[in-house]
């Protein structure tokens, strides 16, 4: 199984980031996929999370509002929309997945990592 990230980089306090979390290899016609991340000298923070069996999904109170995780079935890509970024959003940013019908927005649900994105908001 495999997740890999893309769409990290750059931008401007205020804006907007779009990232993208590609799975495949997933054994089952459902999966979870959560968003994390982790700023330097912290711990890890999830996100958000969606459940690809009934479309659910979850947010942490800090991105609530701010932040929106979207699929695409036919590309099995999860994605996380920014918008509004502020400097403590800077970060390497995770996707997670695991095979099974719901979602939870923390580390330990998931069984299967990607290997980051770094997004740094800094004028």
């Known amino acids: 199984l495999q997740l890999v990230e893309s769409g990290g980089g750059q931008v401007q306090p205020g804006g907007s980031l779009r990232l993208s979390c590609a799975a495949s290899?997933?054994?089952?016609?459902?999966?979870?996929v959560g968003w994390f991340r982790q700023a330097p000298g912290k711990e890890r923070e999830g996100l958000s999370c969606?459940?690809?069996?009934?479309?659910?999904?979850e947010y942490a109170d800090s991105v609530k509002g701010r932040f929106t995780i979207s699929r695409d079935n036919a590309k099995n890509t999860v994605y996380l929309q920014m918008n509004s970024l502020k400097p403590e959003d800077t970060a390497i940013y995770y996707c997670a997945g695991v095979e099974l019908k719901s979602c939870l927005v923390s580390e330990l649900w998931y069984d299967y990592w990607g290997q980051g994105t770094q997004v740094t908001v800094s004028s």
């Open positions: 969606l459940s690809t069996f009934d479309g659910n999904t």
């Open positions: 290899g997933f054994t089952r016609e459902y999966y979870a």
